[in-house]
């Protein structure tokens, strides 16, 4: 059981160029999201998957993309860097929902990508 | 929206000595509430979660923390650190659904 797994774990871009930040989790959770962290903001949801085929914005999704054609991947798209992207990136994973209806669930994390754009 | 302040963004303690890390929260109700470790270079971990069993709630590593609704607070203790307790600590609100909303982050530092 990998858990919640990304790759790459470091990244340099250039201004303008594009990538995709891969996340996989082995835990059949429903809930996948992508965070952001940076220096006394905490983390920041980019977007965030309540299962296959549905997406949804966060607080800050202007600049990225995702898609979720299985339960287990969810990659997170830059279409074109800039260096206001420069983050450490972490993808988390948790079940929807607990016994009895309520959604607050752990979520796991992985352990991050570091991007830095140029 | 549910939201939670980190009143400390760096924490300084000597080793042996008590832990306080705080966190005051904004709701219109008793939400609940994490909070996360994330180590050097690390990913976050769970420390420990306020569902609305008990108002003292017991983490892993020696952590606990208490509800106060009268306060607004969840602040973070540990009676005695360890130098491996140094990490940037996390006071998290869930919000709708699954999301989560994170302070801003304590950096606690353990001097030997």
């Known amino acids: 059981n990998a858990g919640v797994t990304q790759t790459p774990k470091f990244q340099v871009l250039k201004t303008g160029q594009s990538m995709t930040l891969q996340c996989a989790q082995d835990?059949?959770?429903?809930?996948m999201s992508w965070y952001r962290q940076d220096p006394g903001m905490g983390l920041r949801l980019i977007h965030y998957?309540?299962?296959?085929?549905?997406?949804d914005q966060g607080e800050v999704p202007n600049g990225y993309n995702v898609s979720r054609s299985t339960t287990e991947d969810f990659p997170l798209r830059l279409l074109s860097a800039a260096p206001s992207q420069t983050s450490v990136y972490f993808c988390?994973?948790?079940?929807?929902?607990?016994?009895?209806?309520?959604?607050?669930?752990?979520?796991?994390f992985g352990p991050g990508t570091r991007l830095t754009v140029l | 929206a549910q939201s939670v302040t980190q009143l400390d963004s760096h924490v300084s303690v000597s080793e042996g000595t008590p832990v306080l890390l705080r966190c005051n929260y904004s709701s219109s109700y008793s939400p609940s509430l994490f909070w996360y470790v994330q180590h050097p270079n690390k990913g976050l971990q769970l420390l420990l979660k306020y569902t609305s069993a008990a108002t003292l709630v017991k983490g892993i590593n020696g952590f606990e923390a208490e509800f106060k609704k009268s306060e607004t607070s969840f602040h973070l203790t540990k009676p005695s650190a360890h130098m491996s307790d140094a990490a940037e600590y996390f006071c998290v609100v869930p919000n709708a659904g699954n999301m989560l909303t994170f302070g801003g982050g304590t950096r606690l530092m353990v001097k030997p």
């Open positions: 988390a994973s948790s079940y929807l929902r607990l016994a009895g209806g309520r959604t607050n669930n752990e979520q796991f």
């Open positions: 998957s309540v299962g296959a085929g549905i997406t």
């Open positions: 835990m059949n959770h429903e809930y």
